[in-house]
T-cell receptor, first 113, second 113 residues
């Protein structure tokens, strides 16, 4: 089945230690998104790629970076995780067009110790 | 700041009772999307409303888009335990950029059997 896959599902990192979360998709969608969702809150858009074009939200901290080496894969790099970065990180994809509904992956829960 | 307001934040119902969540925007929306997130899960697209005054039904779920395209509602008739989760409305054109989802804060529905 076509889907959005996130690895790992759970990630523990130390304060200040760089961490990379990965997302892959078999939907062949041209847009990929990264969201941060903290407990009992709505997902918050961090950035997205429209094909190879990177679009950063104005309030996304510089500590967060992203890479999209090809259509199928997208990575979220957190250069120096702080305790406040502990959250669920959701990857989503969509195909630009009339409907552009987003398909979310299962998420990676990041713990910072 | 938050562009899409959603109420109530929580709703507890007895199985079989109806449930409604409301979404309001300070600006006119091009369209609006609704997502459901089960506990421990990821957001799943339910529907997109585009036309002024539009009403769409999915089994026991009824979605409405206001005449002024500034408000929307989701109504569930005769709730079941499978309806448990958080329901989010979302503006998919945040900042004028197609596909940039800005979520309402969500309504968390619990259903007592």
């Amino acid at each position: 089945d076509a889907m959005v896959i996130q690895n790992p599902r759970y990630q523990v990192t130390q304060f200040g230690k760089p961490v990379t979360l990965s997302c892959s998709q078999t939907l062949n969608h041209n847009v990929m998104y990264w969201y941060q969702q903290k407990s009992s809150q709505a997902p918050k858009l961090l950035f997205h790629y429209y094909d190879k074009d990177f679009n950063n939200e104005a309030d996304t901290p510089d500590n967060f970076q992203s890479r999209r080496p090809n259509t199928s894969f997208c990575f979220l790099d957190i250069r120096s995780p702080g305790l406040g970065d502990a959250a669920m990180y959701l990857c989503a994809t969509s195909r630009m067009g009339v409907r552009y509904e987003q398909y979310f992956g299962p998420g990676t829960r990041l713990t910072v110790t | 700041g938050q562009q899409v307001m959603q109420i109530p934040q929580y709703q507890h119902v007895q199985e079989g009772e109806d449930f409604t969540t409301y979404c309001n925007s300070s600006t006119t929306l091009s369209n609006i999307q609704w997502y459901k997130q089960r506990p421990g899960g990821h957001p799943v697209f339910l529907i997109q409303l585009v036309k002024s005054g539009e009403v769409k039904k999915q089994k026991r779920l009824t979605f409405q888009f206001g005449e002024a395209k500034k408000n929307s509602s989701l109504h569930i008739t005769a709730t079941q335990t499978t309806d448990v989760g958080t329901y989010f409305c979302a503006d998919p054109n945040y900042g004028g950029s197609q596909g940039n989802l800005i979520f309402g804060k969500g309504t968390k529905l619990s259903v007592k059997p």
